[in-house]
C-alpha cells in the first residue's frame, strides 16, 4: 500500500505553500490503514478546505484507490 502514502503525499504537496514540511506516515490497525498527513500549521486550511471539502476530496481519491484492494484506508490530518 506503499502508493497510497505517495499518492496522499503527492495531492498535499500540490496544495501547499510549504511542500517540504508535508510528511504522511502510515500504520496498520487490523485489517485498517491509517494514514496520517502532517504539514506546517499555515497550510492546515489548504488541505482542509472550506467545510472540510478538500480532505473530503482527499479521502474520497484515496478511497476509491484503496477498494481494489480491499483493505479500509483512513486519511488523519494533523
Do not use: Y
Not at 29 to 45: F, H, N, Q, R, W
Request: glycine fraction near 4%; aromatic fraction near 0%; charged fraction near 35%.
Amino acid at each position: 500500500m506503499k502508493h497510497m502514502k505517495e499518492l496522499v503525499e503527492v495531492i498535499a504537496k500540490a496544495l501547499v505553500d510549504n511542500p517540504d514540511e508535508v510528511a504522511v506516515t502510515e500504520s496498520v490497525k487490523d485489517d485498517e490503514i491509517v494514514l496520517e498527513l502532517t504539514v506546517a500549521p499555515s497550510d492546515m486550511g489548504k488541505v482542509i478546505g472550506k467545510q472540510g471539502r478538500i480532505a473530503k476530496a482527499i479521502r474520497s481519491v484515496v478511497k476509491a484507490a484503496a477498494s481494489k484492494e480491499d483493505k479500509k484506508v483512513i486519511v488523519e490530518i494533523q
